[in-house]
């Protein structure tokens, strides 16, 4: 059974920086696996953020996030990281982990099979 569990959200201020990591579990990767990481903020529709293959060739990032996000996998222990700097109160919401199998990086929320519960980002200004 194929599990992914966010950790590392919280309360930070603008300019702070935060790590979110995936736990995957269930799952053997392929090299065309994606791993992906989105968010959803109240009232809004659930949005791309950025995503990696699994072979760590290419990543996807949405224009708000680039050049302060940064999206991680370690092979070995089969976790995903969003390693996030320069927090603005926009990056507000729940960031949720999704996987997609033998497919390509997609920004779309319904290619993607799985999903964590989702954990919270909250920045004050």
């Known amino acids: 059974q194929v599990q992914l569990a966010e950790s590392g959200g919280g309360l930070a201020q603008v300019g702070d920086s935060l790590r979110l990591s995936c736990t995957t579990s269930?799952?053997?990767?392929?090299?065309?696996?994606?791993v992906a990481w989105f968010r959803q903020a109240p009232r809004n529709e659930r949005e791309f953020v950025a995503a990696?293959?699994?072979?760590?060739?290419?990543?996807t990032y949405t224009d708000s996030v680039k050049g302060r996000f940064t999206i991680s996998r370690d092979v070995a222990k089969r976790m995903v990281y969003l390693q996030m700097n320069s927090l603005q109160s926009e990056d507000t919401a729940v960031y949720y982990c999704?996987?997609?199998?033998?497919?390509?990086?997609?920004?779309?929320?319904?290619?993607?099979?799985?999903w964590g519960q989702g954990t919270q980002v909250t920045v004050s200004s």
């Open positions: 269930g799952h053997i990767y392929s090299n065309n696996d994606v």
């Open positions: 999704a996987a997609r199998f033998f497919g390509v990086i997609s920004t779309r929320f319904y290619h993607y099979s799985y």
């Open positions: 990696i293959l699994w072979s760590g060739a290419n990543t």
